[in-house]
């Protein structure tokens, strides 16, 4: 039986994305954190990247973590096909692979079982619930994502998630579940996004980060803040920006957008809010939101199961309904007890080191990786 010493870690990215695609949309640091961590405890750790040739400058600041991309400006077709008889040592010796989501999964599943490895089916969110939300139960974009889950989950020799949810999903709907399915949340960089030094935080400034598209419900959060006098900062990109920044307008909500920041600023920001405020209709294991809690910002949340999973309506934070009427009544609650935000901050943080460190999560992925490789 091999040792965890032994074992290279390859982690195969979402299909499309690269190194450069992390560092434009400010994931870069937090994405590789786990993987940093992870690597003295392992013999490698090995990225398969959808890249081409401008993600090799980036692989040098990766401590010692390999880095395999399409460095012949291939096709994506030729590419994946080159991946599969490409030689190197992320597929030599005792090696276990690992998807990042399930879109792209398929290949490792296709390559560990020619070569025999362990293969890891790991997703952030199940593409099929996103798609029954945005294209309805019975879409045929719905229907494919369910085969691919139960294709990649069934063909797996581990399935990690990051919520209960999402693990109750598999059992139900594919009958997959047991050990095989493992709930490892989404980390936060505790020592990153922490609460500041006390300095008071300003009234009535609300902030949200994530993407600007219809998921988030960025509408109904604008008309909400109608006449309330708060400030809404909102940190990212999406389609929905001009639209939104117009409807501010109209309706004179004081509207501040940041576009994509680097991760590391984010803490800042953070410090300089009242709350946190994510009222999405639909959401996997939301990062923002984890960090928000682990910085000690009140927050609120959209009463949706993955969000329920994270917040307990007045312990940790507070749930909300869609509507803009009842985001508005959360908002004012909130606002209106100093005492209600300093209890909700100082939880929030509690539940982060409890349930979402950094060292707590690569504790559990070891495990898992330990399982395979110590199985005769």
């Known amino acids: 039986m091999a040792k965890l010493s032994q074992v290279r870690y390859v982690l195969f990215f979402t299909?499309?994305?690269?190194l450069l695609g992390w560092k434009r949309g400010g994931l870069l640091e937090r994405e590789v954190a786990l993987y940093r961590a992870l690597r003295p405890h392992l013999r490698g750790v090995t990225f398969v990247t959808y890249g081409d040739r401008r993600d090799l400058p980036l692989a040098a600041e990766l401590d010692g973590i390999e880095v395999v991309c399409n460095r012949w400006g291939l096709s994506p077709g030729l590419y994946r096909w080159r991946l599969g008889w490409l030689p190197g040592s992320w597929k030599r010796g005792q090696v276990v692979f690992k998807s990042n989501q399930l879109r792209g999964s398929d290949l490792p599943l296709e390559l560990a079982r020619r070569l025999k490895k362990p293969f890891i089916a790991r997703c952030g969110y199940l593409p099929a619930d996103q798609a029954k939300w945005s294209e309805g139960v019975e879409s045929e974009v719905a229907r494919r994502a369910m085969a691919l889950e139960r294709r990649v989950f069934a063909g797996a020799d581990r399935g990690i998630v990051t919520t209960p949810h999402m693990q109750a999903i598999l059992a139900e709907d594919y009958g997959i579940g047991g050990d095989k399915v493992r709930v490892i949340p989404n980390?936060?960089?505790t020592d990153l996004f922490r609460p500041p030094v006390p300095e008071g935080r300003p009234p009535g400034r609300l902030i949200f980060v994530g993407r600007l598209e219809r998921q988030k419900n960025l509408h109904a959060l604008i008309e909400a803040l109608a006449g309330l006098g708060t400030e809404l900062w909102l940190v990212g990109a999406g389609g929905l920006r001009?639209?939104?920044?117009?409807?501010a307008v109209e309706l004179g909500v004081a509207c501040r957008f940041f576009g994509v920041l680097p991760h590391c600023e984010l803490p800042a920001l953070l410090a300089r809010a009242t709350a946190f405020?994510?009222?999405?209709?639909?959401?996997?294991h939301p990062k923002s939101l984890l960090e928000a809690l682990a910085s000690g910002i009140p927050c609120i949340g959209a009463d949706i199961p993955s969000i329920r999973g994270v917040i307990r309506h007045r312990e940790n934070g507070l749930l909300c309904g869609l509507d803009s009427g009842s985001i508005r009544q959360t908002v004012r609650e909130l606002l209106d007890q100093p005492r209600l935000q300093e209890e909700l901050g100082r939880r929030g943080r509690a539940y982060a080191l409890e349930n979402l460190s950094l060292e707590s999560v690569v504790a559990r992925e070891l495990e898992v990786i330990g399982e395979l490789v110590h199985a005769p």
Do not use: T
């Open 15 to 18: 299909q499309g994305m690269s």
């Open 187 to 189: 980390y936060v960089m």
């Open 242 to 247: 001009q639209e939104l920044e117009g409807r």
């Open 277 to 284: 405020i994510l009222p999405s209709f639909w959401e996997g």
